[in-house]
């Protein structure tokens, strides 16, 4: 079974320059997040997917930020534009939905690492 | 809001040594708690997943503990090789979130 799929794995952009990263989820997995991941940090969330409805962004930038799930399956986070902070690794995981609050078990890609200059 | 804390921050151990990792949280209303390696420049990948119901897990020369009562769970890894050395993190599911620790990184010495 093919796992998390992400990419570009690296991308090195100029502030102000946009960039976008995508990620496409195990099948059958629901729920989709979005993740990021500063050096020595553990992963923070910047938004979760219930199929194609973003049911927590409230940690996402939306001056900034913007992310689609068409579908319900893959997935594109924007960042736009990106600034010198952004750069970070950011991951996308998927789990499979078990009822009304999700209690399954998560899996990550290989994650998108960004420099920006 | 729900803190997780791993200690050490970091950890270096001889070839074949037992060790143990510890993750602590602060609010003991979870579903599960899951144990993620991660490699440099890689994505984390998933060792043991204890449902709030278990008392533990064994996957090889791992096993999770998880005590939700005093908030702590450890990781024990039998006989460690220099392939173990990579960054530990865990994971409280809240149901709605994750929240992650900052993780301990592991040297095993050959």
């Known amino acids: 079974e093919a796992g998390v799929v992400q990419s570009p794995r690296y991308k090195i952009i100029e502030k102000k320059q946009p960039v976008a990263f995508w990620c496409n989820p195990i099948?059958?997995?629901?729920?989709l997040y979005w993740y990021l991941q500063n050096l020595g940090q553990g992963p923070e969330l910047l938004i979760r997917?219930?199929?194609?409805?973003?049911?927590?962004d409230s940690q996402l930038p939306k001056d900034r930020f913007s992310a689609e799930r068409l579908k319900g399956v893959d997935s594109t986070l924007k960042i736009q534009p990106a600034e010198l902070g952004d750069s970070a690794v950011y991951l996308c995981?998927?789990?499979?939905?078990?009822?009304?609050?999700?209690?399954?078990?998560?899996?990550f890609g290989e994650g998108s690492r960004l420099t920006v200059l | 809001k729900q803190e997780v804390t791993q200690i050490p921050a970091a950890l270096s151990v001889p070839e074949g040594e037992n060790l143990v990792l510890n993750c602590s949280f602060t609010?003991?209303?979870?579903?599960?708690l899951q144990w993620f390696r991660q490699d440099p420049g890689k994505g984390l990948t998933s060792l043991l997943l204890?449902?709030?119901?278990?008392r533990e897990q064994t996957s090889g020369r791992l096993n999770a503990s998880l005590d939700k009562s005093s908030g702590r769970s450890t990781l024990y890894i039998a006989a460690s090789q220099p392939g173990d050395s990579a960054t530990y993190l865990c994971?409280?599911?809240?149901?709605?979130?994750?929240?992650f620790g900052t993780g301990t990184s592991l040297t095993v010495i050959p």
């Open positions: 995981a998927s789990s499979p939905y078990r009822g009304i609050t999700n209690t399954g078990e998560l899996f």
């Open positions: 099948s059958g997995h629901n729920t």
């Open positions: 997917y219930e199929n194609e409805e973003a049911v927590d």
């Open positions: 609010d003991s209303a979870i579903y599960n």
């Open positions: 204890i449902q709030s119901s278990q």
């Open positions: 994971a409280v599911n809240t149901g709605n979130q994750f929240y």
